[in-house]
């Protein structure tokens, strides 16, 4: 990739840094989900487990991590309060012990109802056409496959 290394260009100027675009991107949009989803007693990363939960029903730990890039280490925490919030459980698989599994209860398949006009309310507030932030959501889709590549294909550290 070619880069314009002249005189007046500073790459290590902050708002030149993709990472802290994405960075304070992400913190906005979080500060905007807080109060929508305090409403349904949840955090956001609950939030996003739940998401995954409403697609699938039932899924082991090691996917729900797979499919939101968290460890177990982070994921367990999040999956034992929303168990004691009643809106999962957690069980050992009978075909393999080693695996837990997280189902959703009555009560968590009830609370996608009551989310269902969160993603409305957070693409009225981007301002976005819903084509763009569709376009815009393959792109930083595509972009995290090829940073994870990336980080695969080179000696960096986990």
């Known amino acids: 990739m070619e880069r314009d290394n002249g005189p007046h260009t500073d790459w290590l100027l902050l708002d030149h840094q993709l990472c802290f675009a994405l960075y304070s991107s992400s913190l906005a949009m979080t500060k905007l989900y807080k109060p929508l ?3 349904l007693g949840l955090t ?3 939030y996003l487990v739940m998401l995954v939960l409403w ?4 899924l082991s730990v090691s996917e729900l991590g ?3 890039a968290l460890d177990s280490g982070t994921l367990t925490p999040l999956l034992k309060r929303l168990a004691v919030s009643g809106l999962v459980t957690r069980t050992r698989d009978a075909a393999d ?3 837990v599994l997280v189902s959703l209860t009555d ?3 009830a609370l996608r109802r009551r989310a269902e ?4 309310q957070m693409l009225c507030a981007t301002q976005c056409p819903v084509e763009e932030i569709q376009a815009l959501t393959r792109r930083l889709h595509a972009l995290r496959s090829t940073l994870e590549q990336a980080r695969t294909d080179s000696s960096l550290p986990d």
């Open 66 to 68: 797979n499919r939101l």
């Open 37 to 39: 989803l305090s409403e």
């Open 55 to 58: 697609e699938t029903e039932t």
């Open 117 to 120: 006009g969160i993603p409305e």
């Open 44 to 46: 956001y990363p609950q």
């Open 97 to 99: 012990e080693r695996r």
């Open 107 to 109: 009560a968590g398949r």
